[in-house]
């Protein structure tokens, strides 16, 4: 099966190929032995939320300070 990069290094998957694995939007893209590896991946809303939070130093007992502080101004 051939697939053909455009001249904006576009390639369009055969749907006999993506039908074959879990649907995705996104793909892991790895280079193995000089080949191209595509690894469907599942973009969680939640796990760039979680990625901000370990950036600001903001934890699970900061959250939960945090919750304690709103609920005791209310």
Same mark, same amino acid.
């Given at each position: 099966?051939?697939? #053909?990069?455009t &001249?904006? /290094?576009? $390639?369009?998957?055969?749907? &006999?190929?993506? *039908?074959? @694995?879990?649907? *995705? !939007?996104?793909? !892991?893209v790895?280079?193995e =032995?000089?080949?191209? @590896?595509?690894?469907?991946? +599942?973009? +969680? #809303?939640a =796990?760039? @939320?979680?990625? #901000?939070?370990? +950036?600001?130093? $903001? /934890?699970? &007992? !900061? $959250?939960? !300070?945090?919750? /304690?502080w709103?609920?005791? #101004?209310a």
């Amino acid at each position: 099966m051939l697939a #053909k990069m455009t &001249s904006k /290094n576009q $390639i369009t998957l055969p749907k &006999s190929v993506l *039908a074959q @694995v879990p649907a *995705a !939007d996104y793909f !892991d893209v790895v280079i193995e =032995d000089g080949r191209i @590896v595509l690894t469907p991946v +599942r973009i +969680r #809303k939640a =796990d760039g @939320v979680r990625e #901000k939070l370990a +950036r600001l130093g $903001i /934890n699970e &007992s !900061d $959250i939960a !300070d945090a919750v /304690n502080w709103a609920r005791d #101004k209310a």
